[in-house]
């Protein structure tokens, strides 16, 4: 009788301690999860931020052209 309760007490320590592994390895995804999402958002503010950079770029450089064509039709006149 006392061997069949240390053996049950044993198996139902290692289930619970089976659970806890199982709720740590939860909340270590979720949270790895969450750190995943957090990047990728700064990733993606930071391509929004370069695309407006890189069209303000643009049209600069469309703007120095055409300063550049019409200047140099003066000159050939």
Do not use: H, P
Request: glycine letters at 2%.
């Amino acid at each position: 009788m006392l061997l069949c309760s240390v053996l049950t007490f044993r198996k139902t320590r290692w289930k619970l301690r089976m659970q806890m592994e199982d709720e740590d390895d939860y909340f270590t995804a979720r949270r790895a999860f969450n750190e995943t999402e957090d990047r990728l958002q700064k990733v993606r503010q930071r391509q929004s931020q370069l695309d407006g950079k890189i069209s303000s770029l643009f049209e600069n450089v469309e703007a120095l052209t055409q300063a550049v064509m019409a200047r140099k039709c003066y000159l050939r006149q």
